[in-house]
T-cell receptor, first 113, second 111 residues
Framework: NAGVTQTPKFRVLKTGQSMTLLCAQDMNHEYMYWYRQDPGMGLRLIHY???????AKGEVPDGYNVSRLKKQNFLLGLESAAPSQTSVYFCASSYGQLNEKLFFGSGTQLSVL | EDQVTQSPEALRLQEGESSSLNCSYT??????LFWYRQDPGKGPEFLFT???AGEEKEKERLKATLTKKESFLHITAPKPEDSATYLC????????????FGAGTRLFVKA
């Protein structure tokens, strides 16, 4: 049972570089999310998707882009990384939106120097 | 403004020493309250969903309770393997489907 798989697990970038984080889920969930987790703060929603081909902004979307070309995959892109984007990124998925538990990946530790 | 506050930030217990973690929330209306467990280097793992005041749910040594303003996660006779960060999250009835997470309580259980 793979569940939600994120790659890579660790990444170091220089300011201004770009990168893409990949999330894949094998539970046939419609809804997928990208969160960031910073020390002393709760998980914050970056972007989400309610189905294949759809994306929407969350709480902290600036500096990030996403795409969901296939139902099982949700990509998070940073076009020009900034030190403020140093964080742990989690992908999650759920069957529904309301009162539905989230299934999380194991996270990506990103450092921007 | 919708808000979730967890206390304490960290809790150190001896094995077998029961205690409670607190989650206070401020929302216009509550659709659901969630508890997750997060181990170091891993993503959060779902524990419970509570929907209305007075509701309780149990799983092994954990029991979650809900009032109109807060939720408690009671840990009875904890073991070292219960050491983790416990996250509380709420889904308000307004603002779409958004889920608001607290910062978590780090629990350390010493043998």
């Amino acid at each position: 049972n793979a569940g939600v798989t994120q790659t890579p697990k660790f990444r170091v970038l220089k300011t201004g570089q770009s990168m893409t984080l990949l999330c894949a889920q094998d539970m046939n969930h419609e809804y997928m999310y990208w969160y960031r987790q910073d020390p002393g703060m709760g998980l914050r929603l970056i972007h989400y998707s309610v189905g294949e081909g759809t994306t929407a902004k969350g709480e902290v979307p600036d500096g990030y882009n996403v795409s969901r070309l296939k139902k099982q995959n949700f990509l998070l892109g940073l076009e020009s990384a900034a030190p403020s984007q140093t964080s742990v990124y989690f992908c999650a998925s759920s069957y529904g939106q309301l009162n539905e538990k989230l299934f999380f990946g194991s996270g990506t530790q990103l450092s921007v120097l | 403004e919708d808000q979730v506050t967890q206390s304490p930030e960290a809790l150190r217990l001896q094995e077998g020493e029961s205690s409670s973690l607190n989650c206070s929330y401020t929302v216009s209306g509550l659709r659901g309250l969630f508890w997750y467990r997060q181990d170091p280097g891993k993503g959060p793992e779902f524990l419970f969903t509570l929907y209305s005041a007075g509701e309780e749910k149990e799983k092994e040594r954990l029991k979650a309770t809900l009032t109109k303003k807060e939720s408690f996660l009671h840990i009875t006779a904890p073991k070292p393997e219960d050491s983790a960060t416990y996250l509380c999250a709420v889904q308000p009835t307004t603002g779409g489907f958004k889920t608001i997470f607290g910062a978590g309580t780090r629990l350390f259980v010493k043998a």
